[in-house]
């Protein structure tokens, strides 16, 4: 999810060519939903809407409304998966009811919420709690603590030695910081899990492409010209390539492994 004012830029086609697996691994969070039937249901970051069309056909009469704070994904979205059934937005989670109308059974994010800054979470906790009927669940997987460490760690001290203080973007919570969160938004914590999803990137560049891909903010924390950059990410993928997780490298046989971890949880709407 990302807003336009902002320094990410978001490919359509990238994304779902080079980061197919952000929709695959999301299958398993639709299937904690359970949609069912004849429920309307928001999907909060919805990119490109694979998994909004997922959750769609998981519940017969279900309907639902994508939301993205990226108009090109939205316009990929609405070409994608037309149908009386979907409906994309262009929104921010902040402010759902800025652009959607009415309430929800269950809101659903995959991917999404790390992208929103610790200072506006709160904002999104209680819009989501608008958004929702009571006893309607919020089921969603983020970023968990520790999330892409060794990577946002080897951009920082290469960024370091060309002079730069670059920050992490991205909030990944621990179930502790989360959960009280959630409570005081007004939602019962049903269940939170922290895990390592160690994630395969495609291709030999899985690495560069990644940093491509997502990294926008990351550099322009620190206003990294494009050149310097580009020698920055050389440096990273140098670090890490012998480096390891555990007893495993993270490029082995021509393949990164990011070190992903998971903040997955279910919370009811009091
Ligand atoms: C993630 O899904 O964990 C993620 C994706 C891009 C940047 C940072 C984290």
């Known amino acids: 999810m990302t807003s336009e004012r902002d320094d990410q830029q978001w490919n359509p086609t990238t ?3 080079a980061q197919s697996f952000v929709a695959a691994y999301g299958s398993s969070v639709v299937d904690v939903l359970e949609p069912a039937a004849d429920e309307r249901i928001l999907d909060l970051g919805c990119g490109t809407g694979h998994l909004t069309r997922e959750i769609a056909d998981a519940g017969a009469g279900t309907t639902v409304v994508g939301l993205d704070s990226s108009a090109a994904m939205i316009e990929r979205a609405r070409e994608t998966y037309p149908g009386p059934d979907l409906e994309f937005v262009h929104g921010d989670a902040r402010s759902i009811d800025r652009t959607v109308d ?10 999404a919420l ?4 610790d200072k506006d979470q709160d904002e999104v906790l209680a819009s989501v709690r608008d958004a929702l009927e009571p006893g309607g669940r919020f089921v969603a997987e983020l970023g968990g603590r520790g999330n892409v460490a060794a990577i946002v760690d080897a951009v920082r001290a290469e960024g370091k030695a060309y002079g730069y203080d670059i ?12 959960a009280p ?13 922290l895990f390592d999803r160690p994630t395969e990137l495609e291709g030999e560049d899985g690495l560069r492409d990644w940093l491509e891909q997502f990294g926008d903010r990351l550099f322009a924390s620190a206003s990294v010209p494009a050149d310097e950059r580009a020698d920055i990410v050389d440096a990273v993928e140098d670090a890490l390539r012998e480096d390891r997780i555990g007893d495993e490298k993270y490029y082995r046989d021509g393949t990164w492994i990011a070190p ?11």
């Open 15 to 17: 994304y779902d060519d």
């Open 102 to 111: 009415g309430t929800f059974d269950a809101v659903f994010s995959n991917a």
């Open 114 to 117: 790390h992208w929103i800054p």
């Open 167 to 178: 920050e992490s973007p991205w909030y990944f919570p621990s179930i502790g910081e989360y």
């Open 181 to 193: 969160r959630l409570e005081a938004h007004g939602f019962e914590v049903r269940d939170a899990t």
């Open 260 to 270: 992903y971890r998971r903040l997955r949880f279910v919370a009811v709407a009091e």
